[in-house]
């Protein structure tokens, strides 16, 4: 229709693609941001100072060029954040040949894509005000492209305002009852949902630590049973049985058939069910120690005792599991089993082996080794700090005998190393230590600040036995969480310091209202839809679909009469007109109707000449018309016009 | 490009039964007089291309989502398909009951373009933007216009005009697809519009023949063509560039100037003095006659087969001769009087 782009309406487009992109350019890689701001500054300007529009090759080569970059940065372009990446940057380069309005209406259809892409990154609670913002301002552009010249953007405002408003019924009506099917369609990418911090699958000096600067959630818990102490809240994650030097990982996590382990119940069991936080990794947590006859679908139990679920966790999972808090894990050992938790590298470390040999000619016993070490922890000024001075090649050498100052993973790792050097088969487990309960929702939070590792030993008669090291250094930190065991002066991660308890009370509310939102709304799948339209009795495809198409259809018909009202003429103000318009409508059953270019006057002479029969009422009329329209003339009356106009009968 | 011409092809058996009833309802629509309100069941409406690109994206939209369990993206596919269903009546609204009246149209000469006025009322108070008034199909001709509430716009048709004699406008559209343009709505109407069109000036060239044109009095000689006679009283239909502007604030009424030509000879345009040529060719030499004569400010009478128009001068006169040649035994439909 109208070809010509105005400077304005571009300048608003480029605004509002900023702000639909805006969460994109803060996590993308830099040169991506800053190539996108570029694109868009230049355009801008072009428009401004009318510069040439590069030319084909130009636009070739950019394009070449992003691409390449894209697969430079991710190795490829079929990944989640590589085609995001590329998606913004194909955006931002289309604005180099954006000249007319089809063009933005390619933009504007680009942008409500582009929309989506966010909530594939994050779907929280704001993201809804971040949506009805973006979705207003793109439909804003929209509107003004279907007017030639700019639109005021008060009245484009306005009216993609009212429309979005009037479509959020449908929105939620076609949310509610739309059938889901259970994705995925067509599988999804390896970096599929939120890129998280979390714990990994190996564990170096400082890894844990970085992770307390995070108050990310990692998983919430509501217990059926009473439960237990926060001391004995150790959520059980990776175990971590091979060491290199300086990491512990896992090198085979067993989760073969034949390989369960032997676990004996001794006390009460601790039903509770885990709202887990997408970590893109396979295993799940537990209390110490789930039973392996009741766990999720997919999920099995690991030789060591892991959670292990069959696919990686990319979307927020629920599953209910039954713990004992009191166990015997594995109380008959494997060769196999021993020789692999007693494996040392050599050459690492000597000051420590050392030391664990002379426990173990003078102690003998693995209890006395353990509780030797313990001791050694409590007595010696070791310090439970954040901020760890940095350790070199042997790190536990010097964490134990000159810097004695770490956080949760030095004391794990250099423990463990000291029960392998005195031939106590050891290792690390990293997982989760505590929870803060929220009264209002009564359910336990556990954020990535409560990451935790501590050390199993295995001893004869008892199996794996936890020991945390931390515990003797800083029982706080067990008792209290990581806020109440780390001095002031340490510098705790900002939002741990300083809260006080209105603070608490509103954070404790947020995340309420936050678990709500996940539990309803971003939970709201096949599962959840059937139970809760099966309330209202409609449990089958069919009946939902009817239900969707009848409310859609009323909800239509409803806007569409408020519309069609407002369209109707409205009432004609002056009286005199509005029997002036009566008159001429009767004459137009006549054929004669007043021309635009003719005045009351002039269509009445015309009137008179062709139907001289009339001319004595409408002349009177015309006077009674004039009169109350053009004078201020108190003899005649809009009454007399009216019984003028009524009693002409044609 | 390639993609669109798949479409087309996919498409074509949609177009090609729309056209069917395209035409149908065209051949139904009734000149009128006007005016025409346009009424909700007078508007027709469809989706644009565009508006299938954009389900096209909401159903993609749709499908990442359910890939993706993502309750978000839901959200924003259905309120995409909620904006989208909500603009067919926006759209929809955007062109009823707006009422349509025939406007002025002026007369042109053969061979020229003749442009009919429209008036597009608003007697509503909801303002409307983007109306388009064009020929029916000729969108991309279409001439654009807003109009606020309790107003009204004149928008213009334009048509060739080729033949003399009465142009009658045929049916034309009001469109629009406003706000969104996901959807197009329009409506077709006729109003009884015509276009009076003059024959086509022949080139300049022969003079009229004096013989058979001078009649009454004798010439002074041409070179009294420009010679000041003198000032009379205005009458209507003289042209504004004879009024003697000087004269108008002693005298208070207009005066026109007079030349001594104007004064004595009275010319005549007569069909038989062009005996020589075809009708058509005849009308054309009287009409650039009748255009020289008033430019030189003369008195000039014309006369045609059972038609005779006594010499005088000035724009009404002017308009009578040109009406006289224009509907020269053309079959009389003046139903624009």
């Known amino acids: 229709m109208n070809e010509y782009l105005p400077l304005l309406t571009l300048w608003r487009l480029l605004g509002v693609l900023a702000l639909t992109m805006s969460p994109h350019l803060l996590r993308l890689p830099v040169w991506v941001s800053l190539l996108i701001t570029a694109l868009l500054s230049w355009r801008a300007l072009s428009a401004y100072h009318q510069w040439p529009m590069p030319r084909m090759p130009l636009k070739v080569v950019l394009t070449l060029l992003a691409g390449g970059g894209i697969v430079a940065q991710y190795g490829s372009v079929s990944g989640q954040q590589a085609g995001t990446a590329l998606l913004c940057l194909m955006a931002a380069l289309k604005l180099l040949e954006l ?214 966790v990319i979307e927020r999972r629920r599953y209910s599991l039954v713990s004992d808090t009191d166990y015997r894990l594995q109380p008959t050992a494997t060769e196999r089993m021993v020789r692999r938790n007693l494996a040392l590298p050599a050459k690492f470390n000597p000051q420590t082996l050392e030391l664990g040999r002379r426990w173990r000619q003078s102690l003998g016993n693995d209890a006395r080794i353990v509780d030797a070490a313990l001791r050694m922890f ?253 004078l201020d003339n108190r003899d005649a009356t809009v009454a007399d016009l009216r019984q003028a106009v009524s009693a002409l009968r044609l | ?75 924003l596919t259905f309120l995409l398909a909620g904006i989208g269903l909500i603009n067919m009546h926006h759209t929809h609204a955007n062109l009823a009951h707006l009422r349509l009246q025939a406007g002025t149209c002026e007369p042109v000469f053969a061979g020229e373009t003749a442009h009919f006025q429209v008036r597009v009322d608003n007697p509503s108070t909801a303002p409307r933007y983007s109306l388009a008034l064009s020929w029916p199909k000729q969108d991309e001709h279409a001439q654009l216009g807003d109009v606020s509430a309790r107003d009204s716009v004149t928008l213009t048709l334009s048509q060739p005009a080729s033949r003399r004699g009465w142009l009658r406008a045929g049916v034309f559209s009001l469109a629009t697809e406003y706000p969104l343009g996901l959807f197009h709505a329009w409506t077709w109407a006729e109003l009884e519009m015509s276009c009076l069109v003059y024959p086509r000036p022949a080139p300049a060239g022969p003079q009229p023949p004096a013989s058979a044109g001078y009649g009454g009095l004798s010439s002074s000689g041409r070179s009294g063509q420009d010679e000041f006679a003198g000032l009379r009283s205005y009458q209507r239909g003289d042209t504004l560039h004879s009024i003697h502007w000087k004269s108008l604030p002693k005298l208070r009424t207009p005066m026109v100037k007079q030349f001594a030509e104007t004064l004595d000879q009275e010319l005549w345009l007569d069909w038989s003095a062009v005996s020589a040529l075809d009708t058509e060719a005849r009308l054309s030499q009287l009409t650039r006659w009748v255009l020289d004569a008033e430019a030189g400010q003369r008195n000039y009478g014309l006369r045609l087969p059972g038609q005779t128009l006594a010499p005088s001068h000035g724009a009404a006169h002017r308009f009578a001769c040109l009406k006289a040649l224009a509907l020269f035994q053309t079959p009389d439909h003046d139903d624009a009087a």
């Open chain 1, 378 to 630: 409590r007595e010696q000024p070791f310090v439970y700090t954040l901020r760890p001075p940095p350790l070199g090649r042997n790190s536990a050498d010097e964490f134990l005998f000159t810097t004695r100052r770490g956080f949760c993973e030095h004391y794990a790792s250099a423990f463990t190393l000291l029960m392998r050097a005195a031939d106590v088969p050891a290792r690390v487990v990293t997982g989760y230590q505590g929870g803060q309960l929220n009264e209002i929702g009564g359910y336990y939070v556990v954020r990535q600040s409560d990451a935790h590792a501590w050390s199993e030993v295995w001893l004869s008669g008892r199996g794996w036995v936890r020991v945390d090291p931390t515990a003797a250094v800083a029982p706080e930190r067990i008792e209290r969480g990581i806020e109440g065991s780390i001095s002031a002066g340490e510098g705790l991660p900002g939002y741990l310091s300083n809260r006080t308890r209105l603070r608490f009370y509103f954070e404790a509310r947020w995340d309420w209202i936050n678990a709500r939102w996940n539990a309803m709304v971003l939970a709201y799948g096949p599962e959840l839809q059937q139970q809760f339209l099966s309330r209202f009795g409609l449990d089958d495809l069919r009946s939902m679909i009817l239900a969707l198409t009848v409310i859609v259809t009323l909800a239509m018909a409803a806007v569409g009469l408020v519309l069609l009202r407002q369209s109707l003429p409205a009432p004609i103000r002056d009286p005199a007109l509005r029997e002036w318009r009566r008159f001429t409508r009767k004459l137009g059953k006549l054929g004669l109707v007043q021309r635009t270019d003719e005045g009351p006057r002039d269509f009445i002479n015309r009137v008179n000449e062709l139907h001289p029969d009339l001319s004595e009422r409408a002349n009177r009329i015309l006077m009674l018309y004039l009169n109350n329209r053009y």
């Open chain 1, 99 to 312: 000249k007319a309005r089809r063009d933005v209406m390619v933009m504007v259809f680009l942008m409500y894509f582009l929309l989506l892409t966010h909530f594939l990154v994050s779907q929280e609670i704001w993201t809804v005000a971040f949506l009805l913002i973006c979705a207003v301002a793109i439909t804003a552009i929209l509107i003004e492209c279907q007017h030639r010249g700019a639109l005021s953007p008060r009245l484009t405002l306005r009216k993609s305002g009212i429309m979005v408003a009037q479509a959020l019924p449908l929105m939620i009506v076609m949310f509610v009852l739309f059938p889901r099917i259970p994705g995925p369609l067509w599988g999804l990418p390896a970096d599929a949902g939120a890129a998280r911090s979390g714990l990994s699958d190996t564990m170096s000096p400082g890894d844990i630590s970085s992770l307390i600067e995070s108050d990310e959630i990692a998983f919430r818990v509501r217990f059926d049973t009473a439960p237990p102490a926060n001391s004995a809240m150790y959520w059980r994650g990776p175990v971590l049985d091979h060491f290199d030097g300086r990491t512990w990982e896992n090198a085979f996590p067993i989760t073969a058939a034949g390989y369960e382990p032997e676990i004996e119940r001794l006390g009460q069991r601790v039903v509770y069910e885990i709202t887990l936080e997408p970590h893109r990794m396979r295993w799940l947590f537990g209390l110490d120690l789930p039973r392996r006859d009741h766990l999720p679908g997919d999920a099995i139990m690991s030789r060591e005792a892991q959670l292990m679920a069959t696919k990686s």
């Open chain 2, 1 to 75: 490009m390639r993609l669109w011409l798949v479409f087309k092809i996919l498409l074509h058996p949609l177009r090609a039964a729309q056209d069917r009833i395209d035409a149908w309802v065209m051949a139904r629509v009734k000149r009128q007089p006007g005016p025409i309100d346009i009424g909700r069941k007078r508007v027709y409406i469809l989706p644009t291309r565009f508006g299938y690109g954009f389900a096209l994206l909401a159903f993609v939209m749709l499908l990442g989502a359910m890939n993706y369990s993502n309750s978000m993206a839901f959200m």
